[in-house]
């Protein structure tokens, strides 16, 4: 009886369920329509305000190249990749109107490319229209202090509708990794997309930094020490991939800056057929021209650091390593050592993380003898490199290493983390000559550094040849040509 009464209710359920589907398919497939039809219009909106902007005074059609760069004032290598594009495409297409969507609403057009004169020693040889985006705020990962990937995808989302509500280009290059931009500028600006990527917002080994229960800069303590929580931060993090993948497959071109990212994106977005590494572009010769024999006018030995001061170029490692190298100096007798930190702060936090790295100095009690300089001008830092016995970087993972190429090529002897860009490309064998050294910890560090300074001159000198020699792959004529050869079939 209660089996019978059972198997009745739940053909009632049933058909209750079964009831609702046909209201329930007509409603769900109503809202699609209603915002297929929203989706479209907007797309013709937009189609009308690319063709008012791409026509000239002269009514002659002039195609709008945009760079999605909110940063663009800072003194990084995603930067000097801007300007060198910009200079490139401007060059080959000089007709076309290019434009820069920034968030640096505290300066001028004319202020920023001042500074990416100062910095970089590059003048563009046309105008360049800048877009002013007031909202940059949403991509600022101190917003987020919880599931910041998402928080600063989704908020780049917002600032990417920002930016094309001011201006709809006919070619859009995201020239800073905000994926979640690309499909707004495809399908409903119904631009052509090209991306270069420096390094992927998640990858494989950040994933596994997570499986393993691993502390990072990425991933606190707190999660580590907890089963749950790195199980539910592992969902998320292969949810976010799967979607970062959709989201970048949207390109039709795509850039990546080294061996290390290629593995990357090719794993995740899965567009092998349109994906070329083009290294990024390095003043090389403008370092090339510092004699390699010339004698170091300051005494002792001087450790150079370049990179912007962001948690991930992990300073605080280059800091404590010299610590213990100063602590080997007192029992080996080495010379008078200084370290130099030269670097970018694009906003507060940074100048935040600068201020740490100075109390940290403080408190292993070598402030004497470390020092650090802010946003710099390009020939300060020639000038540093030109004294610099060894080049210092200490991220895991860099994607490539624009300053690691930039000691190297100023004869310094560098020194890099055994990981990512700086060993699948950089550091490695010239002709069979060693260019430079990789090490992963403090002791590692500090023993190296304490190895490169008790080297005689001569054998630092061959070390510092082979690297200089190596570097040409990087200069800016080989980015132009690679960067060239990758967009043409976007000005198709």
């Given at each position: 009886m209660a089996t019978t009464k059972g198997g009745w209710y739940l053909c009632e359920l049933l058909r209750f369920f079964y009831s609702l589907f046909l209201p329930g398919l007509t409603v769900c497939g109503t809202l699609c329509i209603c915002l297929f039809i929203i989706l479209w219009g907007i797309r013709l909106l937009l189609q009308r305000k690319k063709a008012s902007?791409?026509?000239?005074?002269?009514?002659?059609?002039?195609?709008?190249?945009?760079?999605?760069?909110?940063?663009?004032?800072?003194g990084g290598g995603g930067e000097r990749v801007l300007w060198c594009a910009l200079r490139a495409l401007q060059k080959k297409y000089p007709e076309a109107v290019y434009v820069v969507y920034t968030g640096d609403v505290n300066v001028s057009?004319?202020?920023?490319?001042?500074?990416a004169f100062r910095r970089f020693n590059i003048r563009l040889t046309h105008p360049v229209k800048f877009v002013f985006l007031r909202k940059r705020y949403l991509v600022e990962d101190s917003l987020y202090p919880h599931f910041t990937l998402l928080g600063q995808s989704l908020g780049s989302i917002l600032l990417g509708w920002e930016a094309l509500m001011q201006c709809v280009p006919d070619v859009y290059i995201d020239s800073m990794g905000y994926a979640f931009t690309l499909p707004l500028f495809k399908y409903l600006g119904g631009c052509r997309i090209g991306s270069y990527v420096h390094y992927p917002t998640i990858s494989t080994d950040m994933?596994?930094?997570?499986?393993?229960q691993n502390v990072g800069f990425n991933n606190a303590a707190f999660i580590t020490r907890n089963p749950l929580l790195s199980k539910v931060k592992l969902i998320y993090y292969y949810l976010f991939a799967f979607v970062y993948g959709l989201v970048g497959s949207c390109s039709d071109v795509v850039m990546v800056n080294s061996s290390w990212t290629l593995n990357h994106i090719l794993?995740?977005?899965?567009?092998?057929?349109?994906?070329?590494?083009?290294?990024?572009p390095?003043?090389?010769?403008?370092?090339?021209?510092?004699?390699?024999?010339?004698?170091?006018?300051?005494?002792?030995?001087?450790?150079?650091?370049?990179?912007q001061?962001?948690?991930?170029?992990?300073?605080?490692?280059?800091i404590k390593a010299f610590a213990k190298l100063l602590n080997k100096k007192v029992a080996e007798s080495l010379p008078p050592l200084k370290l130099v930190l030269i670097g970018g702060c694009r906003n507060q936090d940074d100048e935040l993380r600068v201020n740490q790295l100075r109390r940290l100095s403080e408190d292993l009690g070598i402030q004497e003898d470390v020092e650090f300089?802010?946003?710099?001008?390009?020939?300060?830092?020639?000038?540093?490199?030109?004294?610099?016995t060894i080049g210092l970087h200490t991220m895991w993972n860099e994607h490539f290493g624009i300053g690691v190429v930039e000691c190297m090529a100023a004869g310094t002897v560098i020194l890099a983390h055994n990981s990512g860009?700086?060993?699948?490309?950089?550091?490695?064998?010239?002709?069979g000559g060693r260019t430079g050294f990789l090490a992963e910890s403090e002791d590692g560090y500090a023993e190296t550094m304490a190895h490169i300074l008790s080297m005689s001159e001569e054998k630092r000198l061959q070390i510092r040849s082979s690297a200089r020699a190596s570097v040409s792959r990087f200069s800016d004529q080989e980015f132009e040509l690679a960067f060239l050869s990758s967009v043409e079939n976007l000005f198709k």
């Open positions: 902007v791409s026509t000239s005074k002269n009514e002659k059609k002039q195609m709008v190249v945009a760079f999605f760069h909110p940063y663009c004032n800072a057009g004319q202020q920023i490319l001042e500074g994933l596994s930094v997570v499986k393993n794993s995740l977005w899965k567009v092998g057929n349109c994906t070329n590494i083009v290294y990024p390095c003043d090389v010769q403008t370092f090339l021209e510092i004699p390699l024999r010339d004698k170091k006018t300051t005494p002792g030995h001087l450790l150079v650091s370049i990179g001061f962001r948690p991930e170029k992990n300073h605080p490692l280059q300089k802010i946003n710099i001008p390009f020939d300060e830092l020639k000038n540093y490199l030109s004294e610099a860009g700086p060993k699948l490309d950089i550091v490695v064998p010239h002709h």
